[in-house]
């Protein structure tokens, strides 16, 4: 069993910023999805535990950043120049590296993240 910790999301104006962390009880390729009102959950960004290679949705690409600390076994997720349209709960998961949700076999509680204008 993993547990896997959030922290970090909150309130923000359009082009703001936000750093979403993820503790991990175990070393696992992470990976963070998000979820808006009415909509399916959907993939944020992944990194591999093993080679630290990284992927991201189109959408977040140039403005978020996924990063590990492998001495915390903690994932964090920079968000910059921040969008209404990316307004959501966040989930982290740890699994093998994929944009696909079923990879993954352990999440987070979420953690919500509004962006006002």
């Known amino acids: 069993q993993v547990q896997l910790v959030e922290s970090g999301g909150g309130l923000v104006q359009t082009g703001g910023s936000l750093r979403l962390s993820c503790a991990a009880s175990?070393?696992?390729?992470m990976g963070w999805f998000r979820q808006a009102p009415g909509k399916e959950r959907e993939f944020v960004a992944a990194?591999?535990?093993?080679?630290?290679?990284?992927n991201y949705a189109d959408s977040v690409k140039g403005r978020f950043t996924i990063s590990r600390d492998t001495a915390r076994n903690t994932v964090y997720l920079q968000m910059d120049s921040l969008k209404r349209e990316d307004s959501a709960v966040y989930y982290c998961?740890?699994?093998?590296?994929?944009?696909?949700?079923?990879?993954?076999?352990?999440w987070g509680q979420g953690t919500q993240v509004t962006v006002s204008s």
């Open positions: 998961a740890a699994g093998s590296w994929s944009t696909e949700s079923s990879a993954y076999e352990y």
């Open positions: 175990r070393r696992y390729s």
């Open positions: 990194i591999s535990w093993v080679t630290s290679r990284t």
